[in-house]
């Protein structure tokens, strides 16, 4: 046994950034397994900013009670720019240290993890990471906490908006979250049948866009459903449905933005599971003494990746058969 395993006698828990449907099953995870190791847990309301305002509270099994089934995170979430500075750091670590806390499992985004490499660097102090983001933009990891959910809610919009696209023989464009990321676009667009999909990853002229639509109108569709990336070269739905119009006045067109309606909802089967297994995994690789990790799934398999790897490394996460099968589907 290491001798960092025996410094560890408390865990810190805080969820940073944006919300996902399934953090609060992490969180469950974490801290069960870590009073199951009889290990202390401290949570850390609103993230990093609770750690400087010293929001922290001794956790229980009873503290996360009830909890799997719910969206959003239970200890609630905040972006601190205070600290991105030293002194922010600095007035962090010291309450940190006073609570007792020996070792952190941080549940969020690229920020988070870049938040978290940096802290146990300056103050050497354990941390893992688990990914927490409905975007599925983190590399280290084929799926992240709050992807499959925010799928099916997409997925379940998508069918209502289609029955009065039919209805009513309407152009509808759809903008989903992506700001960098189109993988939730082209899974919910493959999975609702549209007709077109606009990544951040790649650049669809409008033109190109245009002639996909009058294809579609010459195989007698008397509906098309376009899904527009929030991050797409177009400057996202609206304006990619003003640009239409104007080269190409006869649509009945319509915008729906779905926006943060994606990161509501209680999880899905598929997330609690993952987030379960991502935060039983997060504390035992603690108590091994790895740390700077961040926990992923590769296949069906749980792995580690340091987070410094997984911050610099930039992988393509589309999947380009899907691409190809979006476009033969929309035939």
Do not use: W
């Amino acid at each position: 046994m290491s001798n960092r395993v025996e410094k560890i006698t408390r865990v810190g828990v805080f969820t940073s950034g944006g919300d996902s449907p399934g953090m609060n099953a992490a969180i469950r995870a974490v801290v069960r397994t870590a009073l199951y190791k009889d290990k202390k847990v401290t949570g850390i309301y609103h993230g990093y900013q609770g750690m400087i305002d010293n929001t922290m509270f001794d956790m229980d099994s009873q503290s996360v009670s009830s909890i799997i089934q719910m969206g959003g995170t239970v200890l609630k979430t905040a972006r601190c720019m205070e600290f991105k500075t030293t002194e922010g750091r600095a007035k962090a670590y010291e309450h940190v240290r006073t609570a007792g806390i020996d070792a952190l499992v941080a549940i969020g985004g690229d920020g988070t993890f870049t938040g978290a490499e940096i802290f146990s660097r300056e103050f050497n102090i354990p941390v893992m990471c688990i990914p927490g983001t409905i975007d599925n933009d983190l590399n280290g990891t084929d799926l992240t906490i709050g992807y499959d959910t925010a799928n099916n809610t997409v997925i379940e919009a998508i069918d209502k908006i289609r029955d009065t696209a039919a209805s009513h023989n309407r152009l509808f464009f759809i903008e989903v979250m992506g700001r960098d990321s189109g993988c939730i676009a082209l899974n919910a667009g493959v999975a609702g049948g549209a007709e077109a999909i606009l990544l951040p990853e790649r650049e669809t002229a409008i033109d190109e866009l245009i002639d996909m639509l009058e294809q579609a109108a010459d195989r007698k569709k008397s509906s098309m459903i376009v899904i527009v990336a929030e991050g797409d070269k177009n400057g996202g739905a609206n304006n990619v449905a003003r640009c239409v119009q104007e080269k190409v006045g006869y649509y009945d067109t319509k915008v729906s933005i779905l926006g943060h309606l994606q990161r509501g909802g209680a999880p899905s089967s598929a997330d609690r599971v993952l987030a379960t297994r991502m935060g039983y995994a997060a504390v035992n690789e603690l108590l091994k003494g790895n740390t700077r990790a961040t926990v992923g799934v590769r296949g069906s398999e749980i792995v580690t990746t340091p987070l410094e790897e997984a911050l610099s490394k930039k992988e393509l996460k589309l999947n380009e058969d899907l691409v190809e099968i979006a476009k033969i589907m929309a035939l």
